[in-house]
């Protein structure tokens, strides 16, 4: 059976009871809707840890004004019986004001890594991922933390973090969960029009067909990017936000494609927007 916890304290003392008796703990970050991208993380910290720990909190701290906070989906309910349905130990469940009791006047910022691709359009949105990641992870001190490939920038913002300020957790990063159609899963699905819904397929098709073409050896990561802009703008409804060929590390952009690039793509249908990616490099 899944426990549910809602402070820092009862969590803490949890996590301390089982570390005590040498049990490896895994932990799932997210922000609730679950759907089946999050239960594979959960499933790969099930397989790999002897106690999972997922936690569900809409972290106010990385939605933007005009942005999508009060209406992001939420069913705690559902997600408790998907938790349990899974094998989690326990769900922390916080309110906003567990977590943030005082107004967050300090925050970790993302660098430059913040200020490329989604960067421009979601200001202040990685420091409030970082800052939410860096506080979950004192609180539960996991072995090992899971996310998924889907959020790719976040991914290496969080792998950055880890790595510069020394926090004793192994990260992994899990392939992207699918609809049938190719559309990556995603809470903000539940949002699109069933038109919008057909259409959002065109954001993968985009990123298969970059794809394809470095393996067949395209190397100009500009004429690549223009042919998934293309793509993108012939489907109905679509609003591109970006369509970018990256270095998978840094973020940066490539001109000449040698190594393993970040094929990336951020679109709007009507107030809904949507990230996919996919990795690529030079066929051997």
Same mark, same amino acid.
């Given at each position: 059976?899944?426990?549910?916890?809602?402070?820092?304290?009862?969590?803490?003392?949890?996590?301390?009871?089982?570390?005590?008796?040498?049990? #490896?703990?895994?932990?799932?970050?997210?922000?609730?809707?679950?759907?089946?991208?999050? #239960?594979?993380?959960?499933?790969?910290?099930?397989?790999?840890?002897?106690?999972?720990?997922?936690?569900?909190?809409?972290?106010?701290?990385?939605?933007?004004?005009?942005?999508?906070?009060?209406?992001?989906? &939420?069913?705690?309910?559902?997600?408790?019986?998907?938790?349990?349905?899974?094998?989690?130990?326990?769900?922390?469940?916080?309110?906003?004001?567990?977590?943030?009791?005082?107004?967050?006047?300090?925050?970790?910022?993302?660098?430059?890594?913040?200020?490329?691709?989604?960067?421009?359009?979601?200001?202040?949105?990685?420091?409030?991922?970082?800052?939410?990641?860096?506080? /979950?992870?004192?609180?539960?001190?996991?072995?090992?933390?899971?996310?998924?490939?889907?959020?790719?920038?976040?991914?290496?913002?969080?792998? &950055?973090?880890?790595?510069?300020?020394?926090?004793?957790?192994?990260?992994?990063?899990?392939?992207?969960?699918?609809?049938?159609?190719?559309?990556?899963?995603?809470? &903000?699905?539940?949002? /699109?029009?069933?038109?919008?819904?057909?259409?959002?397929?065109?954001?993968?098709?985009? #990123?298969?067909?970059?794809?394809?073409?470095?393996?067949?050896?395209?190397?100009?990561?500009?004429?690549?990017?223009?042919?998934?802009?293309?793509?993108?703008?012939?489907?109905?409804?679509?609003? /591109?936000?970006?369509?970018?060929?990256?270095? &998978?590390?840094?973020?940066?952009?490539?001109?000449?494609?040698?190594?393993?690039? /970040?094929?990336?793509?951020?679109?709007?249908?009507?107030?809904?927007? #949507?990230?996919?990616?996919?990795?690529?490099?030079?066929?051997?």
């Amino acid at each position: 059976m899944t426990v549910v916890l809602d402070t820092i304290l009862a969590t803490r003392r949890w996590v301390a009871r089982e570390r005590f008796a040498g049990k #490896l703990i895994g932990f799932v970050p997210t922000m609730g809707a679950f759907h089946e991208g999050h #239960l594979s993380l959960i499933r790969r910290a099930r397989r790999q840890c002897e106690r999972v720990v997922a936690s569900v909190f809409v972290n106010p701290l990385q939605f933007g004004e005009g942005e999508d906070f009060e209406r992001y989906p &939420r069913d705690f309910s559902r997600d408790l019986a998907l938790a349990e349905q899974e094998g989690v130990d326990v769900l922390f469940h916080p309110a906003a004001e567990e977590m943030y009791p005082e107004a967050q006047q300090i925050t970790i910022q993302a660098g430059k890594l913040g200020e490329l691709l989604c960067g421009p359009a979601r200001p202040g949105h990685f420091a409030g991922v970082a800052t939410v990641v860096a506080k /979950l992870l004192n609180i539960v001190q996991p072995d090992r933390i899971f996310f998924g490939q889907k959020d790719a920038q976040q991914a290496v913002i969080i792998e &950055r973090m880890i790595a510069e300020l020394g926090f004793p957790v192994q990260m992994e990063v899990c392939p992207t969960v699918r609809e049938a159609d190719g559309l990556a899963m995603s809470s &903000r699905n539940a949002y /699109l029009r069933p038109e919008e819904r057909a259409n959002a397929t065109v954001l993968y098709r985009s #990123l298969c067909h970059a794809a394809t073409r470095i393996r067949e050896g395209e190397r100009d990561a500009s004429r690549i990017e223009g042919e998934m802009r293309e793509m993108i703008g012939a489907a109905p409804g679509a609003a /591109l936000d970006y369509a970018s060929v990256v270095d &998978r590390r840094s973020l940066e952009g490539v001109s000449t494609i040698d190594r393993e690039v /970040l094929a990336a793509v951020a679109v709007r249908f009507g107030k809904t927007r #949507l990230i996919d990616n996919v990795i690529a490099g030079p066929a051997e």
